[in-house]
């Protein structure tokens, strides 16, 4: 199932910036390999969209992204009351 575009814009022109995150990494040469969305509530992390299986030079690059968001939950201070 999509999620319709209108929809997301939607989403995230009304929620507070410190609610949601978008990571997409890239490699060196600037060709991007994958992307999640993230939503947060007061106590929880949610892996929302994206996510597409890649790998860049035999690493997962998904499992980059979710250590990435883990790192945010864990150390930022807009995001000290997600606990899950």
Not at 33 to 54: M, P
Request: charged share 25%; proline share 4%; net charge negative.
């Amino acid at each position: 199932m999509y999620t319709d575009w209108t929809f997301l814009r939607d989403l995230l022109a009304t929620s507070d910036d410190d609610r949601w995150r978008t990571c997409v990494p890239g490699t060196p040469d600037g060709e991007y390999k994958s992307g999640i969305l993230a939503l947060f509530s007061n106590d929880r992390g949610y892996y929302w969209q994206g996510g597409v299986t890649a790998s860049s030079d035999h690493v997962s690059v998904n499992n980059l992204l979710h250590r990435r968001i883990l790192e945010d939950v864990v150390t930022g201070p807009d995001l000290e009351s997600v606990e899950g």
